[in-house]
């Protein structure tokens, strides 16, 4: 026998260990971004001491949609038909509205054939959080630009995109969505505080994160490759996540000027500026900073826009305080006396 002692299992603050958010072993290619964002998925469902059975990890078709099988293997789970998702998403949160929502989708999936999926999705403001790995190609069938790369920017073979891209940062404020942010695979730390404050916000949260393809996309002249958006990032804040489980006086307070939100449940995102004096409640002051990223050839990241007045979907359709899932049959059914009321309405329209 080792005379080792054994190491101390750390558990969060509902005493899970880590092992309880994780998933199987990843079949992607070495390097891609999308690993480096399940391997923050994880820690940021972890860290929020999130049941992992309250969660329900979404997913359309693609790369991206691949890798709900490499984390959280203990909540549901739901890959749908490509593009999809949103809509079978909606279904799932109308009889079950008291799980997080968690879906994963890549760039072809939501700007191509879902995008028509994801507009209603946002403007309905239903509660989930959106996670796009966007790489500004298709991946599983051998590198094409898809609906987001950059104009001027040239993967590893054929001509540069000259194609003008759809910036769905700038879509989603347009549409009113109520968390927008931007961020880079790279960037553990600003993309887990936004990933962990998504997870608390009440309503429709959109997460673009730029995720370099490293087989079809991380060339020098890419403009979606590591070294570019490094060189090329343009950071709004340091985002830090303090949950409700954590009293404020035990944090350290930035130096300098920083902002703090509070989120729905109680917890606090705080932005510290350092590069501009960004207004996420503005949300023309969000669309100018992706304008002028665009035409300078940056790639502008954190917190864009943020607006916690809108109502949720939940709200919008009067659904009980009991998830409809566990409404008892007596309570659903109308009673014929009801059903005659209700029809002789329609007659009488």
């Not at 079949?27 to 309250?54: F, M």
């Not at 509660?127 to 920017?153: C, F, H, P, R």
């Not at 510290?272 to 207004?279: L, M, Q, R």
Request: hydrophobic share 35%; proline share 5%.
């Amino acid at each position: 026998m080792s005379d080792k002692p054994a190491r101390a299992i750390k558990l969060n603050v509902i005493n899970e260990p880590k092992d309880s958010y994780t998933g199987g072993p990843s079949s992607l290619c070495p390097g891609c971004g999308h690993d480096q964002i399940s391997n923050v998925i994880v820690n940021a469902a972890w860290e929020n001491g999130i049941k992992p059975h309250r969660i329900a990890k979404m997913s359309g078709i693609g790369c991206s949609s691949k890798t709900p099988a490499y984390y959280l293997g203990q909540s549901h789970g739901f890959n749908t038909v490509h593009g999809r998702m949103p809509s079978v998403t909606t279904g799932a949160y109308a009889i079950n509205k008291d799980l997080l929502y968690l879906g994963v989708s890549g760039d072809g999936d939501s700007a191509s054939i879902g995008i028509g999926q994801l507009i209603h999705a946002i403007r309905r403001n239903m509660d989930m959080v959106y996670i796009v790995e966007n790489n500004g190609v298709y991946g599983l069938t051998k590198g094409q630009y898809s609906a987001t790369a950059d104009v001027g920017s040239k993967k590893k073979k054929g001509k540069a995109n000259e194609t003008q891209p759809i910036d769905l940062c700038a879509l989603a404020i347009n549409l009113g969505c109520t968390f927008v942010a931007r961020s880079f695979s790279g960037s553990k730390k600003q993309l887990t505080s936004l990933l962990k404050a998504a997870m608390s916000h009440k309503g429709f949260a959109l997460i673009d994160v730029i995720s370099p393809c490293v087989t079809f996309n991380n060339n020098d002249e890419s403009m979606r490759s590591y070294q570019y958006v490094k060189d090329n990032e343009i950071t709004l804040h340091m985002a830090d996540y303090i949950p409700h489980f954590e009293p404020m006086a035990e944090v350290e307070v930035p130096e300098g000027h920083y902002t703090d939100i509070t989120l729905h449940d109680g917890s606090t995102i705080r932005l510290e500026t350092i590069s501009a004096n960004h207004d996420p409640s503005d949300s023309m002051a969000a669309l100018t900073a992706l304008h002028e990223a665009e035409v300078d050839k940056k790639h502008v990241t954190g917190l864009l826009y943020f607006d916690a007045s809108k109502p949720s979907l939940a709200e919008d359709l009067g659904l009980v305080e009991t998830p409809l899932l566990d409404v008892s049959d007596d309570e659903l059914r109308p009673s014929k006396a009801m059903l005659d009321t209700i029809n002789q309405e329609f007659l009488n329209q």
